[in-house]
DNA sequence: CTGAAAGCGCTTACAG
DNA sequence: CTGAAAGCGCTTACAG
């Protein structure tokens, strides 16, 4: 069933049933009443891919997020991201197509194939693991791409994005140990600048609290639990001596919380924890973990608005959105 | 750039530039190398939307999840089983486009839409909580339908499926508590179809093992973690007279879990608790969480075969698979 | 307000 | 092996 075959039983041109089912105020209302009744009763659809290539916009966008294809370490974090902005986009009218970019390989290619041929308006790119590789890729490509929370400032200024104060999540950790007195304490987290950035906002708020305070920094091999689990253990005698330990992210500090109890730690007593980022599981792990919560329905609200006047309006303004985040109390710290 | 540019270019009609994208026997292999390389230099790709309205294959298909728009309360094994799908259709070379039906309102316009309009050549709805509704909606749509654990078995026989068994699923869990001699049991779950099976396969097994054991069944108003916390803290003294719990899924069990131990229970010396789906959390809480572990890859490779076969050899076989969960023991049993 | 025609960018019989 | 033509199912100036 097409829309010539729906004209034919409308009696009508089929220029009229188009206008018909687009609302187009160039057709009588009575005209149009019984050509959507029709419609309704064949259970006609309109065939979107022909409209699309017609149109030239596809109601869809796509969203995109690093994985790790090797160990499929996924970030907690960006999967609430997604499931998040496919609501929001969803509202807006728009369908959402989801593709990862292995952050192992840098494989890039599902990415610009998905822009490029025109089956997306539009990109959303989950950034914190997107890199060099990845940026030039992305520049090549449509108007609408919008960025959250990418990994570095310098490139991602080309683009429409928002980003979440790393800096200032660090201080909120930071303030948090102040207030507790608490002076010896570590940050644990993997080399990476985005987070390099919360550490720096944590350190500089203690140091400058507390002169006296010892603050040391350790590097994690990758975001599993497991490998937190397992350093935290190795290392025991050397975390043991702070007070207080900023776990980046929530992942990570769920394996050095279990690892620290199950070596006898009482925590928050013996040790403060804070995490980062606030994914479902700091409510289900004992004690629940204190937290930095990054607004993540606020971040997709954002970028769902952007493709909607990006894509629907052709507003090709470029804009900058600075959240902050927040900390949220629970047991741990 | 589109092909009849890019054929004017390489000097030939783009009838030929359309073969040689498409890798057609139909073009001298010489013809096929000039054309690819020169695609290459100019960056062109495909449009597929046009592409899709000639061949009529979009090589996208959909993946519906269930999810609770008023609570937000979203099944973290749904979560992870979407994710996994992308993995695999990825693979295939399909991409994948995400939606959820709302399990409050019922509403599935989003989900017909899709599949009426052509944005997808096949669907895959992961169906723990579909209802009736639901069912004549999808038995209206397109031949390439696949059902990941659809909760009911007499309408879903009209589908391609993969059935998780439930039953089994239950007795494995008895099977635990029977080693243990654990003759006084709970089972608390939502009142739905699927988790009466797995209750069923429980209770079957503890009392063909040992038919003095005292069995009962307690039912949660949702899948929310702080449902099943409050739950348990309120009906703390029936709870406590078991020694052993069956909690599904996993969310409920951490919650059932830790409003225990915050009465002071000991786990699993004093009760011991199995939960259900095995998602990533229970390697979080504490302690560990024995659970019935649901073969989502396994499910989420034969979706994408299924979907391979059924859209590009045109294979409309009806396929029926029955996956077997298995138990992990961790710390909590 | 209505309709005939051109066009969106491809694929694929058909003829050579 | 190559190309001219028709067709996929819509939208949208253009003419009335």
Known sequence: MNIRELARKAGTSYTTVSRALNNSPLVAEET???????????GYQINDTARSLA???RMTVGVMYPYHSLRRVESLYT??????????????????????????????SSFTRLARQKKVDGLIVIGSEISQGAIEAV?????????????????????????????YGG???????????????????????LFSLRCKGFSDTISL?????????????????ETAYEFTRKQFRKLAES?????????????????????????????AIIGYDDVEGCLYCRPSLSTIHQPRSQAAVLAAQYMESAILRHDSGRHNYLLKPTYVQRSSC
């Not at 520049?139 to 310098?154: G, K, M, T, Y």
């Not at 201080?171 to 600048?193: H, N």
């Open 243 to 271: 007070r207080g330990l900023f776990v980046i992210p929530d992942k990570s500090a769920f394996g050095v919380m279990n690892a620290l109890q199950d070596n006898g730690v009482s925590i928050p007593r013996d040790i």
């Open 139 to 167: 520049s090549q490509l449509a108007d609408a791409v919008f960025l959250i929370n990418p990994e570095r400032d310098d490139w991602a200024s080309n683009f429409s994005r928002v980003l979440i104060d790393d800096y």
């Open 209 to 225: 609290g507390n002169p006296e305070a010892v603050i040391s920094t350790m590097y994690l091999p990758d975001g599993s639990y």
């Open 79 to 108: 999967t609430e991201v997604v499931h998040t902005l496919r609501e929001e986009l969803q509202v807006r009218g728009f369908d959402t197509m989801i593709t990862g970019y292995d952050t192992v390989s840098e494989d890039l």
């Open 55 to 57: 149109t030239g916009i």
């Open 32 to 42: 149009r009443k019984r050509i959507l009744a029709l419609a309704g009763e064949l």
């Open 171 to 193: 201080v909120l950790a930071g303030e948090q140990f102040l207030q507790r007195e608490i002076s010896s304490v570590t940050v644990l987290m993997q080399d990476a600048p």
